[in-house]
């Protein structure tokens, strides 16, 4: 099992309470929405979560696990608060949903606003996204532990790229320094979007570049890139996969990746918020969805019921002490 | 060889009835979306992506992708007629463009924009067949510090793009890059003149202010004018370019497409960036510099053709790396994830039905756009025989939807219709408006590029002269600043010593 929280157990405790819940949470009475649903996503097309509502849409709609029609709505903006906010403005509609990812938790947090994440009713996370760092395929570091040394020696000259300031790579970076120690000073680069920042690295521009394991393994096989570590608990199972050392082992306590979701909107009623309970739950169980989540190597770790909430604020703690850490908060 | 008979497979592939349906509803979608403002190719494929779940992998990308480039030739029609862009890379088509159209040449003006779209969506899917893989180990020599001065080289032409006043246009050119400065600082992370606006976060959105500057602006302008205008017709022998027309906008054509295929290439420029910069660009080669801004049409052929070059630029990183280059580029890699592919470096010998089809589709998708909009060009036209009383109504309601479909949100119609204020001034005290929105779509790369230049060399100037490809443009960039200079000099010398 993956562990992607920095607090240890509290992921395994809400799959706990999680999985206890659903029983209980079926035998409550649940109630479908009525009419469409529009799950509004705060990114343009073809952005992570845009592609995993998508393909959660039609696998809800194509096995008639949702009869509702599901549309998806890209509502781009401000760090994804104009999706946030149109959600947040309709206490109590059953129609209307967002989708979970990482800004919903960052972005208040960086622009110092109030937290919004525990304004929605939560429905579920139920992906998350794998990271591996990638080095040029001729550097002289062959693992993450000989780059941080390099970076030891030479303070400020290692580099690495990656998508918008504050984002998941920075926040990776951040957290190979602290594992390092104080005197490791690494250089972010930070891109429009993740494909320009993994442009700039197979241009040999930087050492390192953070990418999620559906983005590096073609590098890897093409020889444009080195894996040097992954960012996971332990080393995953799948061939391509299963040579590449986690962090943990060389040493460097660093664990980190994305998560997504549902969001409701505030005030939901309790049995619709249940109904999507089981929703989730049986749209996990489905063959198309393991073969989406497998072939994509994401995480399929699902968190429902009465332990999501406090799921919710232990990703939310965890990215606060991050963001902190990489002084993107006070 | 090889890959001629690679193509011929992917014709085969593209020359049946699935195969020709999926090409010809795609650019239909696309001309259409890219001729509503608002509307841009992205949303037209984010709106059929479910539609291609079941679909032929091949098939599917025939279809999503022309709507990418068939959008690219339907943002011209209402750029030029009604002056509102259906997409941000017509912005340049709406201001030479409706120029044209007013002085009663529209159907030249959509005959160069359907003629060196093909022209351009033609040479660039040959390109793209034959020299994909070279040519995407070159574009990754190009980064920041390049980025940084082809962006320069844009922003420069801003001096020269006012009609009148080199002062004015770099006041016009600094009051863009203020604008810009609005929003997320893109390598702090911290926000930047914001006023506690969320809206304002990603700063102010490119097409909302150009459908205020020149659409809104020049209605408000006509209606003060009164009825004397005129209802404007265009016959289809109009739409006949004379054998001078077409040598005169060839080159500008071909300046064109190289800047736009090689901004293509660069992931963050897009067709926008692509679109300004040859229009920069052509401002320093054109013939007749003097009608820029006044309805130039070697313009409309320079910045159509980037715009489309652009478009299969971005092509060369997707199908090679697996990196999207653009938003456009970014829906068909998810829609090749949706299908279970997995982009990239391998994508096109692992796929090679499906590159070469979708190559295959681009040759046919050009060919049917270019049937579709040279002959109906007297019948967009007639759309400026309703009298302007009658149409101008229409125009604002247009443009307002389309601002307001950019982020589905009223507040970008507002910043349309604050910006329509600001353009009417602007007319009003003869400010060139062109300096302004070309900083606004540079600034962006400029600031970025620059900063993450000297963050890669750790704050030392010098990583502009030590890449190769950076010191040249840099020799380029002085050459350009510094011959009209040297010119002044010699002529008022050469007077002198008269």
Known sequence: MIDFTNVPGVSRIALAAGLALIAPAMAHAERAPEGPIEISVGCSAGCTPDVLMRRAASIWNDTGIIDNPIVIVNREGGGMTAAMNYVLSRPGDENNLMALAEPVFSTPLVQGTDPLYDDFTPLGVFVQTQLIVLAQPDHEATNLAEMVEIARANPQQVMMAGSSAGGTDEQVMGLIEQAAGDDVQMTFIPHSGGGAAQTTFLGGNTDMVTVTIDEALPHIEAGNARPIAILTNERLSDEALADIPTAIEQGLDVTWGQVFGLLGTPELDPEVRDWWTARIVELTETEEWQAFISGNFLGGEVYVGEGLPDAMTGFHEDRVAVLRLIGAIE | ?498
Request: charged share 10%; hydrophobic share 55%; aromatic share 8%.
């Open chain 2, 1 to 498: 060889m090889e890959t001629l008979s690679l193509i011929g497979m992917g014709f085969g592939m593209v020359l049946t009835v699935p195969g020709l349906t999926a090409v010809v509803t795609g650019v239909l979608i696309g001309q259409i979306v890219g001729a509503l403002p608002g509307i841009g190719p992205s949303t037209g494929m984010a709106l059929l992506l479910p539609v291609t779940f079941g679909m032929d992998p091949a098939l599917a990308i025939m279809m999503l992708s022309g709507i990418l480039y068939g959008a690219m030739y339907g943002g011209s029609i209402t750029a030029i007629l009604i002056n509102v862009p259906g997409d941000d890379s017509s912005v340049v088509c709406a201001i030479e463009g409706n120029k044209l159209a007013r002085k009663g040449k529209a159907g030249h003006a959509l005959a160069v924009a359907a003629l060196s779209s093909f022209a351009a969506g033609v040479t660039g899917t040959i390109v793209l067949a034959f020299a994909a893989v070279a040519l995407s180990a070159v574009a990754l020599r190009f980064n920041a510090p390049e980025f940084f001065l082809l962006a320069l080289l844009g922003i420069s032409a801003s001096a020269s793009l006012g009609t009148g006043s080199v002062v004015k246009a770099l006041l016009m050119g600094l009051f863009g890059l203020l604008i810009a400065m609005v929003g997320i600082d893109p390598i702090a992370g911290t926000t930047r003149l914001t006023f506690g606006f969320s809206q304002l976060l990603d700063g102010f959105d490119f097409l909302p202010v150009a459908i205020g500057v020149f659409g809104i602006a020049e209605i408000l302008v006509s209606l003060e004018r009164g009825g004397t205008m005129q209802p404007i017709v265009t016959r289809f022998r109009d739409t006949f370019l004379s054998a001078k027309d077409v040598a005169f906008c060839a080159m500008a054509a071909v300046r064109g497409f190289i800047v736009g295929f090689c901004m293509g290439m660069m992931p963050g420029a897009g067709s926008t960036v692509s679109s300004f910069l040859a229009y920069g660009v052509e401002r320093k080669f054109s013939r007749r510099p003097e009608q820029f801004g006044h309805g130039a049409l070697d313009a409309i052929a320079t910045t159509e053709a980037a715009n489309n070059a652009s478009v299969t630029g971005a092509m060369t990183p997707m199908l090679t790396l697996g990196i999207p280059g653009s938003t456009g580029t970014a829906v068909l890699l998810a829609a090749l994830i949706l299908q279970g592919i997995r982009p990239g470096p391998t994508l096109m010998t692992d796929q090679p039905v499906l590159v070469w089809s979708l190559i295959a589709s681009m040759f046919v998708g050009n060919v049917v756009l270019l049937i579709l909009n040279l002959p109906m060009a007297p019948i967009f036209a007639s759309i400026l025989r309703i009298p302007y009383a009658y149409l101008a109504p229409g125009i604002v309601l247009f443009s307002l939807i389309g601002a307001y479909a950019v982020t589905l949100s009223f507040f970008t119609m507002g910043v349309a219709i604050a910006f329509g204020l600001i353009g009417y001034f602007m007319i009003k005290a003869d400010l060139p408006r062109a300096p302004l929105v070309l900083a606004l779509v540079l600034a962006p790369l400029l600031e970025e590029s620059l900063r993450q230049s000297l963050l890669l060399s750790l704050g030392s100037p010098l990583i502009f002269v030590q890449r190769p490809f950076s010191l040249a443009l840099l020799v380029v960039l002085l050459l350009v600043f510094l011959m009209p200079l040297v010119m002044s000099l010699r002529s008022r010398w050469k007077a002198r010593s008269t």
